[in-house]
């Protein structure tokens, strides 16, 4: 089992930049698959990016591609979420979520652990 425990989120302008991160207990961090998902008020939980165990795959929901980075250091147990050229639509609670099997997927119900958020929001 691992938990998750994210950070990071604050309030910032439009085109300003935001590092989240998300810390994970338990030795066995760099068994799990990682993701960042975002729920705006209103709105259903939607998928942001994902990392492989390794780092070496990356996606990305096409509204964020180009603008965030997601990354990893599994010495540190750490996932991170660089996000660039914010706008007021990415304004949400971001989640990182933990994948036992590996294979890339933007589906929640495929994540088996979750933190608790932490909340992004962007004035224009």
């Known amino acids: 089992q691992v938990q998750l425990v994210e950070s990071g989120g604050g309030l910032v302008q439009a085109g300003d930049s935001l590092r989240l991160s998300c810390a994970a207990s338990g030795r066995t961090f760099s068994s799990y698959a990682m993701a960042w998902f975002r729920q705006a008020p209103g709105k259903e939980r939607e998928f942001v990016a994902y990392?492989?165990?390794?780092?070496?795959?990356?996606y990305y929901a096409e509204s964020v591609k180009g603008r965030f980075t997601i990354s990893r250091d599994n010495a540190k147990n750490t996932v991170y979420l660089q996000m660039n050229s914010l706008r007021p639509e990415d304004t949400a609670v971001y989640c990182c979520?933990?994948?036992?099997?590996?294979?890339?997927?933007?589906?929640?119900?495929?994540?088996?652990?979750w933190g608790q958020g932490t909340q992004v929001t962007v004035s224009s």
């Open positions: 979520a933990a994948r036992v099997l590996g294979s890339p997927t933007v589906v929640t119900a495929s994540y088996d652990y």
């Open positions: 990392i492989s165990r390794s780092g070496g795959k990356t």
